[in-house]
């Protein structure tokens, strides 16, 4: 089983950037495939990004937003730049151990305000 922990979240400008960083703990990230989330207050959770053998994004944030991941410190990340008022969610990032898109671990998530 891994424990993930999100942070970097945080309140900036629209038109600013953040990282959010996950980290994991209990099992190394390469056994997993790995996703951002998001949740905004009122509406249904909804994928942002993922990174296994590909990448892929939801187009709302296609040439904004990058995934990495760094195995050697077990994180996963999410760049976020040119960040706009409807971006302003709770961001969860999520494990998946049969790279198949069943997402079996999550983390507490970390807010993100992004001001007008």
């Known amino acids: 089983q891994v424990q993930l922990v999100e942070s970097g979240g945080g309140l900036v400008q629209a038109g600013g950037s953040l990282r959010l960083s996950c980290t994991a703990s209990?099992?190394?990230?390469?056994?997993?495939?790995m996703a951002w989330f998001r949740q905004a207050p009122g509406k249904e959770r909804e994928f942002v990004a993922r990174?296994?053998?590909?990448?892929n994004y939801t187009e709302s944030v296609k040439g904004r937003f990058t995934i990495s991941r760094d195995n050697a410190k077990n994180t996963v990340y999410l760049q976020m730049n040119s960040l706009k008022p409807e971006d302003t969610a709770v961001y969860y990032c999520?494990?998946?151990?049969?790279?198949?898109?069943?997402?079996?671990?999550w983390g507490q998530g970390t807010q993100v305000t992004v001001s007008s």
């Open positions: 209990g099992r190394t990230l390469r056994s997993y495939a």
């Open positions: 999520a494990a998946d151990p049969s790279w198949r898109g069943h997402y079996a671990y």
């Open positions: 990174n296994s053998i590909t990448t």
